[in-house]
DNA sequence: GCGCTTCATTGATTCAGGTCAATGAATGGG
DNA sequence: CCCATTCATTGACCTGAATCAATGAAGCGC
């Protein structure tokens, strides 16, 4: 386990690679709050405004609540993935472990109060929050006009692209998110999730191992599946 | 018509207020396009890499090609938005004049480039993301996980935000966008907005008048339908 | 290593919204 | 001002995914 001191120095490094200068570092360790999630929990955060989140390692859904028990998973995380954790306004978000996770977390007002005058570390932050619009815009896509076997390959394929070790000719999974995560994400039913991995099974695009572990054998085929753009369109 | 001067002005203001140093002005001056679009025209941009798009007048709409002829609409923008417009990458993004629109566009990269060690222009591009970032992660628990009454609902409540006019106690909506549009925004049918609209129409929760006017008689109702958390949940 | 609990898979049925088709209202050009 | 064309609305029917229900497999504690 490592110490909190640790874990605020991971963040600041993040923030500013190129190190920030002694005073600023206080202050913004001063203000940083490094916390342990165990799987499944919530991390507890002040709701009442934006929170900047640094996955230090784990890693997280962001889930928001649709009212009553249907929840929206908006964004998975993975280590050193740098989260805006959106204040309640009109949906109530949550960050949620996917598996055992340290992160660091501060209010974004008190980020941008201290890093404002560094283009460094402002810099770092247009990057991710851009990263993170990107991803957002790519599963709106996802979520409006495609059909459910079209959005459990995009699904694999975007992992594949995160958190897949290429082993030979194929990419091996080995997915932190349930069924029911999965499901949530894609704006699907965790049944219809399990007839489209069993249909891909079936066509010999993928295999799976226990029930997180998946192994991609023809990506090209799947990235075809997933109904993206290939070559002129 | 205004200028082409005129509209990189309009564009440096927004993104520093402060107002920039000359050689720095005419850099930006010399690397920007002002570009007029008319209604239901794509602005001819840069497909090979993100565009920073500033809207000065007009309202366009951020489409996806989801293969063939299926289209989502990414995101809306009105008068002084600032837009980031992804390069081809799995999927192809154009943006489309709703109404006629004056715009300034630029290199991402070369925003960055030259803004990079400006943190005034840093902030303004990091504010502008995380705003749409937040609207993004909205539409994708609409598109996620509502139905298509609140996802109707959902598009009125959020335009009365953006562009809707208080008059006494209802809100009047001067809509830019047509059904088609609508309904690629929300993930659904032309049809299905109609029926919805109809709905709303017969519970007197609004008036329609012509194709784009719609009076919202009742918001609080409406953003109840909209599904939005009210209160504590 | 065995049983318990949770999670995933599979099957039967239902239903919201898509598709197809026709009618009716707006708007814009001549 | 009128007509033509596009856009919106309404209705009938169909389909893909949700729901309901049951079985089977994994993983965990003892």
Redesign the pocket.
Known sequence: MLKQSQLVERFLGRLDPEGMNAPLRLQFAAASRAVAVWRDQQARLDESCDQLVFLVSGSTKLVAHASQDREQVVAFHFEDDLVCVPARVRHAYKLVALRDANLVAMPYDKVIELGGRSPAILATLLQATRASLARCREKSIVLGRK???ERVASLLVSMAGRVGNTDGKTVVLQLPM???DMADSL?????????Q??LLRERGMIE?V???QIRILDLHALTQGAGFMTGAG
Do not use: D, F, H, Y
């Open positions: 059909a459910a076997p349930s069924r029911r704006g699907i039913t965790i049944e219809t999730v399990s007839r991995l069993t799976t226990g029930r997180s």
